[in-house]
Nanobody
Framework: QVQLVESGGGLVQAGGSLRLSCAASGHTFSNYNMGWFRQAPGKEREFVAA????????HYADSVKGRFTISRDNAKNMVYLQMNSLKPEDTGVYYC???????????????WGQGTQVTVSS
């Protein structure tokens, strides 16, 4: 079992920045690849970014490339999502997830946090 707790969400104006954090506990964090997903009201949960267990590989959704950066600190059991140049369409609940795979589909993630709300005003 891996327990995940997100933090760092909030209300920000368009063009602003937020940094999301995800604290992991339970099984060895460094064994897992990690991802961030988001879900807007009335929409399906969508992939945002993923990072390999060692941190040497990252993947991003086209909609966030060049604006978001995923990173991790295995010594602290943490994963982060730095979000810059935020847009109203980035609004949603952001979830941290853990997987045995470096995956862009939510169906390959086994463990999920409870989510943190991000709201970007225009």
């Amino acid at each position: 079992q891996v327990q995940l707790v997100e933090s760092g969400g909030g209300l920000v104006q368009a063009g602003g920045s937020l940094r999301l954090s995800c604290a992991a506990s339970g099984h060895t964090f460094s064994n897992y690849n990690m991802g961030w997903f988001r879900q807007a009201p009335g929409k399906e949960r969508e992939f945002v970014a993923a990072i390999s267990s060692s941190g040497d590989r990252t993947h991003y959704a086209d909609s966030v490339k060049g604006r978001f950066t995923i990173s991790r600190d295995n010594a602290k059991n943490m994963v982060y999502l730095q979000m810059n140049s935020l847009k109203p369409e980035d609004t949603g609940v952001y979830y941290c997830a853990a997987s045995k795979w470096v995956a862009t589909t939510r169906f390959l993630y086994d463990y999920w946090g409870q989510g943190t709300q991000v709201t970007v005003s225009s």
